[in-house]
């Protein structure tokens, strides 16, 4: 079964503007990590966040973490049609040996 | 190329066939995932090593799938009898150790359609 749900499902914006992704997940959590899917490829790493941890920055990516409401958020700026793809949050539960992905919110930016 | 690679890209077998996938992973990384997607969904976890080793194995991996690691190194994953419930992305990971601590490495994946 799949721990964390993202929010939306489908996000279509154009290019310039900031998009915001939301997961939700049920338990406790050792880290939260964000991939993204490229169109039948396999998944990048973009960033990890430890349940000590609020806010993670990296290039035009932000990420944070609130552990009394379950939830995350990735934000990107100034989005490029190369931010096309989908992304994925997985968690990593406490003294877990391995990651529980969400189902996914789909991104089109428009050039 | 030094990232995770998997063998075939795309796979197509009839019902009641059996088929093998291979993955090489980062030569440094000692853990080694698989997962099943399908569409619309993420990755599912199936099994993982540690080296040679499995450590875990997903209620999802039922008798007829069968995973190895031998030497630490490459690792295949053999599905027995396909069913048309096993077409999905095969997706291989790698990493230097728990997912506590560090990044997956994804390979491109297998497609596998069973007809």
């Known amino acids: 079964s799949q721990q964390g749900e993202e929010d939306p499902q489908a996000l279509s914006i154009q290019e310039g503007e900031n998009a915001t992704m939301n997961c939700s997940y049920k338990?406790?959590?050792?880290?939260l990590q964000w991939y993204r899917q490229n169109s039948g490829r396999g998944l990048v790493h973009l960033i990890l966040?430890?349940?000590?941890?609020r806010e993670k920055h990296s290039g035009r990516l932000r990420v944070t973490l609130d552990t009394s409401k379950k939830s995350s958020s990735l934000l990107i700026t100034a989005s490029r049609a190369a931010d096309t793809a989908s992304y994925f949050c997985?968690?990593?539960?406490?003294?877990?040996?391995?990651?529980?992905f969400g189902a996914g919110t789909i991104l089109r930016v428009k050039s | 190329d030094t990232g995770v690679s998997q063998d075939p890209r795309h796979k197509i077998t009839k019902r009641g066939q059996n088929v093998t996938f291979r993955c090489d992973p980062i030569?440094?990384?000692?853990?080694l995932y698989w997962y099943r997607q399908t569409l619309g969904q993420g990755p599912e976890f199936l099994t993982y090593?540690?080296?040679?080793?499995?450590?875990?194995k997903s209620r999802l991996l039922s008798d007829r799938f069968s995973a190895e690691r031998p030497k630490g190194s490459f690792s295949t994953l053999e599905i027995q009898r396909t069913e048309q419930g096993d077409s999905a992305m095969y997706l291989c990971?790698?990493?230097?150790?728990?997912?506590?601590?560090?990044?997956?490495?994804f390979g491109p994946g297998t497609r596998l359609t069973v007809t």
């Open positions: 990971a790698s990493s230097l150790g728990s997912p506590s601590d560090y990044e997956q490495y």
């Open positions: 338990t406790s959590i050792n880290n």
């Open positions: 966040i430890r349940s000590n941890e």
């Open positions: 997985a968690t990593c539960m406490e003294y877990g040996n391995k990651l529980v």
């Open positions: 030569s440094e990384h000692n853990r």
């Open positions: 090593f540690q080296n040679e080793a499995q450590l875990e």
